[in-house]
Nanobody, 119 residues
Framework: QVQLVESGGGLVQPGGSLRLSCVVS????????MDWYRQAPGKQRELVAT???????NYADSVKGRFTISRDNAKNTVYLQMRSLKPEDTAVYYC?????????????WGQGTQVTVSS
């Protein structure tokens, strides 16, 4: 069984910073792509940032230059450093991991962490 647990969300003022973490645990052989998504109230879930197991990254245009995704393969952890936060960044942030177990290769999701940007 694979579990993803996010942490680091909270309330922050516009212009502030937060760092999200997501730890992957369980019977994992390999972790491939790791992603951060977000979903604001009344909106569809959107991809925010992606990092491959080789360290290549990709970002949504709305967060380029403000957010940085990184990973620590030894700790099975992915991070999202968020700077210059705006009210429109308010959302529930989810991590997703593509992982190989002894039975399959599939995507796993975390439960989400709330980020609220407000003065």
């Amino acid at each position: 069984q694979v579990q993803l647990v996010e942490s680091g969300g909270g309330l922050v003022q516009p212009g502030g910073s937060l760092r999200l973490s997501c730890v992957v645990s369980g019977s994992i052989f390999s972790i491939y792509t790791m992603d951060w998504y977000r979903q604001a109230p009344g909106k569809q879930r959107e991809l925010v940032a992606t990092i491959t197991n080789g360290g290549s990254t990709n970002y949504a245009d709305s967060v380029k230059g403000r957010f940085t995704i990184s990973r620590d393969n030894a700790k099975n952890t992915v991070y999202l450093q968020m700077r210059s936060l705006k009210p429109e960044d308010t959302a529930v942030y989810y991590c997703k991991s593509r992982a190989m177990t002894d039975s399959s290769l599939r995507d796993y999701w975390g439960q989400g962490t709330q980020v609220t940007v407000s003065s």
